[in-house]
T-cell receptor, first 107, second 111 residues
Framework: RKEVEQDPGPFNVPEGATVAFNCTYSNSASQSFFWYRQDCRKEPKLLMSVYSSGNEDGRFTAQLNRASQYISLLIRDSKLSDSATYLCVVTESKSTFGDGTTLTVKP | NAGVTQTPKFRVLKTGQSMTLLCAQDMNHEYMYWYRQDPGMGLRLIHYSVGEGTTAKGEVPDGYNVSRLKKQNFLLGLESAAPSQTSVYFC??????????FGDGTRLSIL
């Protein structure tokens, strides 16, 4: 079993839709959690950190459930420019990346 | 502020040739990482370093060597390149439990 698991998708949604991604992790000692965005053939870029209390950044909301060991990312009012692969990252002494979930937002 | 800089950005090698990829960071980060990413796949950790003078193996270390002689630099070496090492290589750095910062990547083709 992988340390960090994501549904690879792809998720194909129309503009304006709300879409949610989940990510599960196996190491209960994990301390820090992040969502990254990766565009085709580009480097991953930090989208947002994930805090226990949940946090929001514009149309993006991240949540952490330590008891069930998963993190989630909610994107509201999807834009064409949101099309990308979204990677979850779990950090204990080292960082472990999920393989990513691909999102395509269509007109 | 350059962040994480990788050189070269592109390279084509013949099977059996050797080369070194350079990663430089100007953020005084302790941790540095080398990943490879094949088409349609996730990142796979090759080697990493938790500080100057230290290195450790990641998920796919075979065929690669690394050195961290200076805190700001992390070198990835291919001693005898093989076609299976054709990939995009990303370097990243971070401090503590902070998020990783990535370089632009090196696109390596081995013929």
């Amino acid at each position: 079993r992988k340390e960090v698991e994501q549904d690879p998708g792809p998720f194909n949604v129309p503009e304006g839709a709300t879409v949610a991604f989940n990510c599960t992790y196996s190491n209960s000692a994990s301390q820090s959690f992040f969502w990254y965005r990766q565009d085709c053939r580009k480097e991953p870029k930090l989208l947002m950190s994930v805090y226990s209390s949940g946090n929001e950044d514009g149309r993006f909301t991240a949540q952490l459930n330590r008891a069930s060991q998963y993190i989630s990312l909610l994107i509201r009012d999807s834009k064409l420019s949101d099309s990308a692969t979204y990677l979850c990252v779990v950090t204990e002494s080292k960082s472990t990346f999920g393989d990513g979930t691909t999102l395509t937002v269509k007109p | 502020n350059a962040g994480v800089t990788q050189t070269p950005k592109f390279r084509v090698l013949k099977t059996g040739q050797s080369m070194t990829l350079l990663c430089a960071q100007d953020m005084n980060h302790e941790y540095m990482y080398w990943y490879r990413q094949d088409p349609g796949m996730g990142l796979r950790l090759i080697h990493y370093s938790v500080g100057e003078g230290t290195t450790a193996k990641g998920e796919v270390p075979d065929g690669y060597n690394v050195s961290r002689l200076k805190k700001q630099n992390f070198l990835l070496g291919l001693e005898s390149a093989a076609p299976s090492q054709t990939s995009v290589y990303f370097c990243a750095s971070k401090d503590g439990n902070q998020p990783q910062h990535f370089g632009d990547g090196t696109r390596l083709s081995i013929l």
